[in-house]
């Protein structure tokens, strides 16, 4: 599965949820990031980066469905308010090319980027919504009021005035204002998940313990019974298409007041699949044609506490005192393994089957599991993978201590891990374990450490995140790099080539 994500920003967390339910499903996905200047500190996390125009742009669409196209995109998630309704408008044009858009339909966007119209949605949901007005000298709500651009987003140009003349001078400054009565209390996200027809699949009520330009830093998980009714009665007329985060106010006599409604992804929305809500987990499967059920194992009164971390874009001239090589296609041509291996398991079954092993290798089937069923004898299975792997291995622990001893590497390189040692397949890049690993016995900070790998889709992904300096080693002849993808990396930042 190829999925694009658009505005991706510092979405860091909902590409580690997405990438985290690949793992889960054990599903093959791949993550595509767009963004204008190639330096969304997200985008280190996303396996291809794609350079796009701004969305305001004329031809915005148009790349969009270019790349849509080229990468075989099979699902595009927005995830910033200003995309929403561009690519809603546009929706079918992805549907033609073979490419679904997690977007709700346009009228119900605009009920979101206007809060007239949201508050109005509200009332006729049977849900209590402070009253806006368009005009603060008809404003008759009391003090302390609240005052936003009535199209905003992320707490920009939202304050909280006590009188009149502070009404007034904000009035002034912001363009496209509504005011409100302000409403004391506590605030509440709540993520909501639907399936593509506006089913839901989840419903998480969180506190907003603490915020921070409209993003919430630490929160906890509530399940509030009544918000979750309140919810779905909300979903019943929206029918939302995928996630939404609604945001409210419960006051102090108990009563929830809701302010707004964003049709996408919220920043904290991966809190709530950390406590059990799969919204990623749910689309891998939806995407699949699974069925999904409804969420029910939420970690009740979970409490999330959020973070900075920085992230290297572009490479400096830091001194490097440690290199880490690849070894399958860097050092050692993985290809000539393979082909080493048939020539074992054909001499086994008497002599004349290298070249048809190979053929089925080259069309992407498993080579001797096809050979195995066209001679009948698939009860030799294990014998004939065991003549494979202990002559020219596949890969695995025994396979790759023989790689090493043919290339004599064991004498001359400082340490060696060989990932499925350390418990199995799922130590193996892109995960990082390794590479903490090492850095952990040298003693070095990972700025001062490179690493050298063959294969753009899972050798430099660890590296990158982790703050090392990364080397693709353009190997044409490699057994699962094709011209094509090496082509493509030609444009990643933070990565130079040999």
Same mark, same amino acid.
């Given at each position: 599965?190829?999925?694009?994500?658009?505005?991706?920003?510092?979405?860091?967390?909902?590409?580690?949820?997405?990438?985290?339910?690949?793992?889960?499903?054990?599903?093959?996905?791949?993550?595509?990031?767009?963004?204008?200047?190639?330096?969304?500190?997200?985008?280190?996390?996303?396996?291809?980066?794609?350079?796009?125009?701004?969305?305001e742009?004329?031809?915005?669409?148009?790349?969009?469905?270019?790349?849509?196209l080229?990468?075989?995109?099979?699902?595009?998630?927005?995830?910033? @308010?200003?995309?929403?309704?561009?690519?809603?408008?546009?929706?079918?044009?992805?549907?033609?090319?073979?490419?679904?858009?997690?977007?709700?339909?346009?009228?119900?966007?605009?009920?979101?980027?206007?809060?007239?119209?949201?508050?109005?949605?509200?009332?006729?949901?049977?849900?209590?919504?402070?009253?806006?007005?368009?005009?603060?000298?008809?404003?008759?709500?009391?003090?302390?009021?609240?005052?936003?651009?009535?199209?905003?987003? +992320?707490?920009?140009?939202?304050?909280?005035?006590?009188?009149?003349?502070?009404?007034?001078?904000?009035?002034?400054?912001?363009?496209?204002?509504?005011?409100?009565?302000?409403?004391?209390?506590?605030?509440?996200?709540?993520?909501?998940?639907?399936?593509?027809?506006?089913?839901?699949?989840s419903?998480v009520? $969180?506190? $907003?313990?603490?915020?921070?330009?409209?993003?919430?830093?630490?929160?906890?998980?509530?399940?509030?019974?009544?918000?979750?009714?309140?919810?779905?009665?909300?979903?019943?007329?929206?029918?939302?298409?995928?996630?939404?985060?609604?945001?409210?106010?419960?006051?102090?006599?108990?009563?929830?007041?809701?302010?707004?409604?964003?049709?996408?992804?919220?920043?904290?929305?991966?809190?709530?699949?950390?406590?059990?809500?799969?919204?990623?987990?749910?689309?891998?499967?939806?995407?699949?044609?699974?069925?999904?059920?409804?969420?029910?194992?939420?970690?009740?009164?979970?409490?999330?506490?959020?973070? @900075?971390?920085?992230?290297?874009?572009?490479?400096?001239?830091?001194?490097?005192?440690?290199?880490?090589?690849?070894?399958?296609?860097?050092?050692?041509?993985?290809?000539?393994?393979?082909? +080493?291996?048939?020539r074992?398991?054909?001499?086994?079954?008497?002599?004349?089957?290298e070249?048809?092993?190979?053929?089925y290798?080259?069309?992407?089937?498993?080579?001797?599991?096809e050979?195995?069923?066209?001679?009948?004898?698939? +009860?030799?299975?294990?014998?004939?993978?065991?003549?494979?792997r202990?002559?020219?291995?596949?890969?695995?622990?025994?396979?790759?201590?023989?790689?090493?001893?043919?290339l004599?590497?064991?004498?001359?390189?400082?340490?060696?891990?060989?990932?499925?040692?350390?418990?199995?397949?799922?130590?193996?890049?892109?995960?990082?374990?390794?590479?903490?690993?090492?850095?952990? $016995?040298?003693?070095?900070?990972?700025?001062?450490?490179?690493?050298?790998?063959d294969?753009?889709?899972?050798?430099?992904?660890?590296?990158?995140?982790?703050?090392?300096?990364?080397?693709?080693?353009?190997?044409?002849?490699?057994?699962?790099?094709? +011209?094509?993808?090496?082509?493509?990396?030609?444009?990643?930042?933070?990565?130079k080539?040999?």
């Amino acid at each position: 599965m190829n999925i694009l994500f658009t505005g991706v920003g510092r979405r860091i967390e909902l590409i580690q949820a997405f990438r985290n339910a690949s793992l889960v499903l054990n599903k093959e996905v791949k993550l595509y990031g767009a963004d204008m200047e190639g330096t969304a500190p997200a985008l280190v996390y996303c396996d291809y980066t794609r350079q796009i125009v701004g969305m305001e742009a004329p031809s915005y669409i148009e790349e969009l469905l270019n790349i849509c196209l080229t990468d075989h995109i099979d699902l595009l998630i927005p995830t910033i @308010d200003t995309d929403l309704i561009i690519l809603s408008l546009n929706k079918q044009k992805f549907e033609n090319i073979g490419t679904r858009v997690m977007v709700c339909e346009p009228e119900m966007i605009q009920i979101c980027r206007d809060k007239n119209n949201t508050f109005q949605f509200f009332i006729n949901c049977g849900l209590h919504s402070p009253a806006p007005v368009d005009n603060w000298k008809n404003y008759t709500g009391g003090f302390p009021a609240f005052i936003k651009p009535k199209d905003g987003s +992320s707490s920009i140009n939202a304050f909280k005035v006590t009188n009149i003349k502070e009404l007034e001078v904000f009035a002034g400054q912001i363009e496209n204002y509504i005011v409100q009565p302000f409403i004391k209390g506590k605030e509440y996200t709540i993520d909501i998940f639907c399936n593509w027809s506006g089913e839901i699949i989840s419903i998480v009520p $969180r506190e $907003r313990i603490q915020v921070r330009a409209g993003e919430v830093l630490k929160t906890k998980i509530t399940l509030d019974q009544t918000m979750i009714n309140e919810s779905k009665k909300l979903c019943k007329v929206f029918k939302p298409c995928g996630p939404i985060t609604v945001q409210l106010i419960r006051d102090e006599q108990g009563v929830d007041w809701y302010i707004e409604i964003n049709p996408r992804f919220g920043g904290g929305a991966p809190l709530s699949m950390k406590a059990g809500a799969g919204s990623a987990e749910a689309i891998l499967k939806l995407l699949d044609n699974e069925s999904v059920e409804y969420y029910t194992n939420i970690a009740y009164g979970a409490i999330y506490s959020r973070f @900075d971390q920085s992230i290297c874009i572009e490479d400096g001239n830091n001194t490097i005192k440690g290199v880490v090589f690849d070894l399958d296609d860097t050092l050692y041509s993985e290809k000539e393994y393979v082909k +080493s291996g048939f020539r074992a398991v054909s001499k086994f079954l008497d002599g004349r089957f290298e070249e048809k092993l190979w053929a089925y290798f080259e069309e992407g089937k498993p080579a001797i599991d096809e050979l195995l069923k066209e001679l009948g004898r698939e +009860s030799e299975k294990e014998d004939i993978l065991n003549v494979y792997r202990s002559h020219k291995p596949d890969g695995r622990s025994e396979g790759q201590r023989n790689k090493l001893k043919a290339l004599n590497l064991i004498t001359l390189i400082d340490d060696i891990i060989i990932t499925d040692e350390l418990g199995g397949i799922q130590f193996r890049k892109p995960c990082d374990i390794a590479f903490r690993i090492i850095a952990t $016995r040298w003693k070095l900070p990972f700025h001062q450490i490179v690493y050298i790998g063959d294969n753009p889709n899972k050798d430099l992904q660890a590296p990158r995140q982790l703050g090392m300096k990364s080397i693709l080693l353009e190997n044409n002849d490699g057994l699962y790099i094709s +011209s094509k993808n090496t082509k493509t990396t030609h444009n990643r930042k933070g990565l130079k080539f040999l």
